[in-house]
Nanobody, 120 residues
Framework: VQLQASGGGLVQAGGFLRLSCAAS????????MGWFRQAPGKEREFVAT????????DYADSVKGRFTVSRDNAKNTVLLQMNRLKPEDTAVYYC??????????????WGQGTQVTVSS
């Protein structure tokens, strides 16, 4: 599945952004979807994941209570609503399709990434 992430930008601390990931093809509903991020000089890290049907979600402790992941299988999209953003949330955010979980190796297909910058 091909993925296209969008919605990144520059925002002040305390603000919000909504990332979107659009998938091509008719197999989107067969994949769990994950969001990962990579800050400069750091390894890629798990952010959130949502199961194929959208009934299960999981979040990194650093974003729990601030970020919400959801999906619309009819529109082949997955969203990441990010509230109360912090400077440490600054990173390139990637969406990925694969098996439900926190391990990046569970995901086979990746989008190109979208930059999120949070100013203090």
């Amino acid at each position: 599945v091909q993925l296209q992430a969008s919605g990144g930008g520059l925002v002040q601390a305390g603000g919000f952004l909504r990332l979107s990931c659009a998938a091509s093809g008719d197999t989107f509903k067969n994949y769990a979807m994950g969001w990962f991020r990579q800050a400069p000089g750091k390894e890629r890290e798990f952010v959130a994941t949502v199961s194929r049907g959208g009934f299960m979600t999981d979040y990194a402790d650093s974003v729990k209570g601030r970020f919400t992941v959801s999906r619309d299988n009819a529109k082949n999209t997955v969203l990441l609503q990010m509230n109360r953003l912090k400077p440490e949330d600054t990173a390139v955010y990637y969406c990925a399709a694969g098996s439900y979980g926190r391990w990046s190796g569970s995901y086979d297909d990746w989008g190109q990434g979208t930059q999120v910058t949070v100013s203090s």
